[in-house]
């Protein structure tokens, strides 16, 4: 069973303090992985897919990487408004196009 | 582009009585989702549409959950009897397909069973 642990549970910063939230997955085989944004009382909002171990993406102030076992989203010099919870998911080859989720990470950025 | 749309946003019921959710998808858009997300948890998928067949409901509790998407766009699902562990955000989703970010939530609806 594929399956996406998110760690830590919550986090708290302060604004330019600078750290990384990390999705360890198991998988039968990697489609893609996928990190969300998720904002209070709405849903999710898709920030990046990775594919394969190496690759990395970067998007203003967050940058995602991907190993075998593992991906990590770094926050470069947060700020407030980057506060929100972080979802990571995989998608497995083969079968229905789902994704599983982790349970998030909820990430606090004080001024 | 319009996003996925959701309705109602917040319902509040008793146990044993029933409830509809409806979702009108990103235009289209041929596969729809339906998620369940419970406080505090990653959302969970509950049956995955391809136009109006059924693709994947392995997770869908169908002695009360029902779904349904006619000619391949709008969707509805159903709780009948609700009971207190259903209390959740009903997240619906649509996509293109599923590689990048084809993949678009709606604003979803939030349940309470009381």
């Known amino acids: 069973e594929d399956q996406v642990t998110q760690s830590p549970e919550a986090l708290r910063l302060q604004e330019g303090e600078s750290s990384s939230l990390n999705c360890s997955y198991t998988?039968?085989?990697?489609?893609?992985l996928f990190w969300y944004r998720q904002d209070p009382g709405k849903g999710p909002e898709f920030l990046f897919t990775l594919y394969s171990a190496g690759e990395e993406k970067e998007k203003e102030r967050l940058k995602a990487t991907l190993t075998k076992k593992e991906s990590f989203l770094h926050i470069t010099a947060p700020k407030p408004e980057d506060s929100a919870t972080y979802l990571c998911?995989?998608?497995?080859?083969?079968?229905?196009?789902?994704?599983?989720f982790g349970k998030g990470t909820k990430l606090t950025v004080n001024p | 582009e319009a996003g996925v749309a959701q309705s109602p946003r917040y319902k509040i019921i008793e146990k044993r009585q029933s409830v509809a959710f409806w979702c009108n998808p990103i235009?289209?858009?041929?596969?729809l989702y339906w998620y369940q997300q419970i406080l505090g948890q990653g959302p969970k998928l509950l049956i995955q549409f391809q136009n109006n067949g059924v693709v994947d409901d392995s997770q869908l509790p169908k002695d009360r959950f029902s779904a349904e998407r006619l000619k391949g766009v709008d969707s509805t699902l159903k709780i009948q009897p609700a009971k207190l562990e259903d209390s959740a955000v009903y997240l619906c989703?649509?996509?293109?397909?599923?590689?990048?970010?084809?993949?678009?939530f709606g604003s979803g609806t939030r349940l309470t069973v009381v």
């Open positions: 235009s289209g858009h041929a596969t």
């Open positions: 989703a649509s996509s293109l397909d599923v590689t990048g970010h084809g993949y678009t």
């Open positions: 998988v039968s085989g990697l489609r893609g």
């Open positions: 998911a995989v998608q497995a080859k083969g079968g229905s196009e789902k994704l599983v």
